[in-house]
Structures are given as structure tokens and as C-alpha cells.
């Protein structure tokens, strides 16, 4: 993951969070000016308990999981083969043979093309691996290098035959 990965993936929790806390305050707001559902003790709970949910969202998604998913998503690329490691809890190590991937896609949100950032996506028969946040040069020169080895690949093999 590149080093703005981690601020790309801070600012989309931020984003998140917001429109979270707005749509929980505006039904706060909307039961205590319209509805009247809930009298005194109960509202004041129910704002308590929603305050505590805003801040859980705020610790969660706006500091540990950016940092662990900066600490456990990375990759490894070598001449015949690319390693890939992802997840948060249950981290996979996948070793990919470079011939073996059928197709390489790369995704840019609205966000990551403002820090030049691209998710590849690699497709393999046995699934899907992705390399997240990445410099979108760095995604380009990987694509390249996955194209020309399975085009040397496939010219050993015709070479051979």
C-alpha cells in the first residue's frame, strides 16, 4: 500500500462518518421536534447510546483500520510470480504464478485519482487477489510486467513446440 493509501482511506472513513452521524442526529432530531415517541429518560438514553455508536465508528474506522490494513495488505513481485498478502484478521498469503493470471484490471475511485492511487485487481482461475492502493505508475508497471511475462510465456511455448 502506498504511503498515501493510509490518508486516502482516513478521509473515505471521515466521508463515512459524517453522513452516519448526520443521518443518526437528523432522527434524533426529527423524533424529539415531530414524533415524540420516546419521553424524557428514554431520548436522552437513546442520544447517549448513539453518541457511543458515532464515537465506535470514528475509533474503528477513521484510526485502526486504516493502520491495519496499511500493516497487513502488501505484495511481492518477482520474475515468474507475484505475492499477495491481504486481510485484517485472517491474513492470506496467495502466490500467484505470473502465467496463471487471465486478466488484470485497475480501479481508481473519485478519491484515490486525486492522490493517484489505483487498486489492480488480478483474475486468476482459482479467484481474484487484489494489490490496494497503489501508485497508479506502480499498477501500470505491474500490468506491463504481468502482459510481457505471459507473452515471453507463451513464446517459450511456441519456441518449444
Known amino acids: ?29 426529527i423524533e424529539h421536534v415531530w414524533l415524540h415517541w420516546l419521553s424524557n429518560t428514554p431520548f436522552k438514553i437513546t442520544c447517549i447510546i448513539v453518541a457511543g455508536l458515532i464515537l465506535l465508528q470514528i475509533i474503528w474506522d477513521c484510526l485502526l483500520r486504516p493502520w491495519l490494513m496499511n500493516r497487513q495488505h502488501g505484495y511481492l513481485l518477482k520474475t515468474h510470480a507475484i505475492t499477495v498478502q491481504e486481510g485484517m484478521w485472517f491474513v492470506k498469503h496467495l502466490q500467484i504464478p505470473l502465467f496463471r493470471i487471465q486478466n488484470v484490471d485497475i480501479e481508481e475511485g473519485w478519491l484515490m485519482r486525486k492522490y493517484q492511487l489505483a487498486t489492480l485487481n488480478l483474475s486468476t482461475a482459482g479467484g481474484n487477489a487484489e494489490i490496494l492502493l497503489i501508485d497508479k505508475t506502480t499498477a501500470q508497471q505491474i500490468m506491463d510486467n504481468i502482459k510481457h511475462s505471459s507473452l515471453n510465456i507463451s513464446e517459450e511455448l511456441e519456441v518449444g513446440e
Open 1 to 29: 500500500m502506498s504511503s498515501k493509501g493510509k490518508r486516502v482511506l482516513v478521509i473515505g472513513a471521515i466521508i463515512r462518518t459524517v453522513i452516519i452521524a448526520v443521518c443518526l442526529i437528523a432522527a434524533l432530531v
